[in-house]
T-cell receptor, first 115, second 112 residues
């Protein structure tokens, strides 16, 4: 079935540095990808929609200058957390519209810890 | 837009106990309904789905029936295992969109 690969699975960085997270669709093309942030106690928040060849669409309240999204090709979207702070520590999950019965296929997530 | 409400967790059960996780939705029209499962440290995986009223989705011993009259899609399993410990998300998707609306998730903890 369709697979979405997310990398890295975990990263620790120092406050003030930037971190890039990659999301790749394997064996299928994704003109659109979605980035979620998962808070403690499980709730998922849609951060933005990544669009190949155009600007990302951010949800209300998400800082686009803080969370830079680039959809470089039909199989790759990246999320860069710029000037990271401890409050950016979270679990970030990407997804792509489904092939088959699932509306979305999810990556395995990236645990970001900012010290 | 759609909204999905799940029961608060965590749900803590002993192995072989019966599981119910409640899910209700509000939507215009008749959305497709889904249950996703998230194992520790991983992303979400589709567990089962139903696309119309009275449909029953089933997978890995889990079942959920699309109840239009009660706008519900409760997840059930007759005998849970320790390996079922995970977070379960109910979701609704209306036609014309490919972004489901997720509930807040319910953590299930199964003890041996």
């Amino acid at each position: 079935g369709a697979v979405v690969s997310q990398h890295p699975s975990w990263v620790i960085c120092k406050s003030g540095t930037s971190v890039k997270i990659e999301c790749r669709s394997l064996d299928f093309q994704a003109t659109t990808m979605f980035w979620y942030r998962q808070f403690p106690k499980q709730s998922l928040m849609l951060m933005a929609t990544s669009n190949e060849g155009s600007k990302a669409t951010y949800e209300q309240g998400v800082e686009k200058d803080k969370f830079l999204i680039n959809h470089a090709s039909l199989t790759l979207s990246t999320l860069t957390v710029t000037s990271a702070h401890p409050e950016d520590s979270s679990f970030y999950i990407c997804s792509a519209p489904g092939q088959g019965i699932s509306p979305l296929h999810f990556g395995n997530g990236t645990r970001l810890t900012v010290t | 837009g759609n909204s999905v409400t799940q029961m608060e967790g965590p749900v803590t059960l002993s192995e072989e106990a019966f599981l119910t996780i409640n899910c209700t939705y509000t939507a215009t029209g008749y959305p497709s309904l889904f249950w996703y499962v998230q194992y520790p440290g991983e992303g979400l995986q589709l567990l089962l789905k139903a696309t119309k009223a009275d449909d029953k989705g089933s997978n890995k011993g889990f079942e959920a029936t699309y109840r239009k009259e009660t706008t519900s899609f409760h997840l059930e399993k007759g005998s849970v295992q320790v390996s079922d410990s995970a977070v379960y998300f109910c979701a609704a998707l209306s036609g014309g969109s490919y972004i489901p609306t997720f509930g807040r998730g319910t953590s299930l903890i199964v003890h041996p």
